[in-house]
């Protein structure tokens, strides 16, 4: 199979790829074209089909289509030049070929987190993860399969526990630097600080924000699911509870970041900071990673504004 990420200009291939989006436009001319987003699991391509010609068949967003196109450079990054198109057959290819997934085993991952969460020696926040983490079987599996974000960072199947456990870790790290925070309320919050995104984002194929992640987003929403399941909690002091959903709401560190709080413990500072970390080291991570041009600098990255070099691993 020509995966995404071992395309070269000046190719010419014929492939099946996931068509992840699909917009009619028109260029200055007037002339109508499709402006294409294809995918496979090592990552997604800008695609165009300049002439609607009967080489098109007709197809939408969230088909496989079995495509004959030219690999060429648009502003520094590969793009396909599109010429014939045909929805793919089911049993002519495996979707396993399209959704992007973690390099780490999830069920690993997964017992990972739970050894994390018998440390916690606080016996209502221990409750309180063990009710999401351990009992609830439906978060339980939308948790694993989720992505961490539509596209900025850990956007693959079992994302978002990639991204959890090592924004546990992180915190956990910084905890045992820092006597004066509370290790239990810094490792909980970092475990549920994403936990709204299991709602927030549809699973993939569409790895898209649903209703009510655009009406409430995944902070307000995780905040909301803590409090809900804290009500199984017996007894859980109320300036604990206050606490770590302060932490869920401060999380990204500034209300221009979509935080409804700024961080006003020290745990919320910590959680900010190791969130912050871990998805901005893992997005420059796939930037590098993902480059295909073989040049020792790439080109402008927008969410690091400034160019990226890589380095010798």
Not at 112 to 140: M, P, R
Not at 214 to 239: S, Y
Request: some cysteine.
């Amino acid at each position: 199979m020509n995966y995404i990420n071992t395309l070269r200009e000046g190719e010419n291939i014929t492939e099946t790829y996931f068509c992840k989006d699909k917009v009619v436009a028109q260029s200055k001319a007037g002339k109508t074209y499709y402006s294409l987003k294809l995918q496979d699991k090592t990552g997604v391509i800008d695609a165009k089909i300049w002439d609607l010609s009967n080489a098109i068949e007709h197809f939408e967003a969230m088909d496989y289509i079995r495509i004959s196109a030219q690999v060429t450079s648009f502003n520094n990054a590969l793009q396909l030049n599109v010429k014939q198109v045909r929805k793919a057959e089911e049993g002519t290819f495996d979707v396993a070929d399209y959704m992007p997934v973690s390099e780490f085993n999830i069920d690993d991952m997964y017992k990972e987190l739970l050894e994390l969460i018998d440390t916690v020696q606080d016996k209502y926040l221990n409750q309180l993860l063990k009710l999401f983490f351990v009992e609830d079987a439906s978060f339980i599996k939308g948790f694993k399969k989720s992505s961490a974000a539509k596209s900025m960072h850990h956007s693959f199947i079992g994302g978002l526990l990639q991204h959890t456990l090592s924004v546990a870790k992180i915190s956990d790290f910084l905890a045992s630097q820092y006597p004066i925070m509370n290790r239990d309320l810094l490792v909980t919050a970092a475990i549920c600080h994403d936990i709204g995104k299991v709602y927030e984002l549809s699973e993939f194929p569409e790895n898209d924000y649903t209703d009510a992640g655009n009406l409430m987003g995944h902070i307000v929403m995780g905040a909301m699911m803590i409090r809900d399941k804290a009500k199984k909690v017996p007894d859980i002091p109320i300036d604990l509870l206050n606490k770590l959903v302060h932490c869920i709401l401060a999380h990204h560190g500034k209300l221009e970041f979509g935080s409804p709080e700024k961080p006003k413990i020290i745990e919320a500072m910590a959680l900010s900071f190791a969130d912050d970390t871990d998805a901005k080291l893992e997005a420059f991570k796939e930037a590098v990673e993902g480059d295909q041009s073989g040049e020792t600098w790439l080109p402008y990255n927008k969410m690091f504004e400034t160019f990226i070099r890589k380095t010798d691993g």
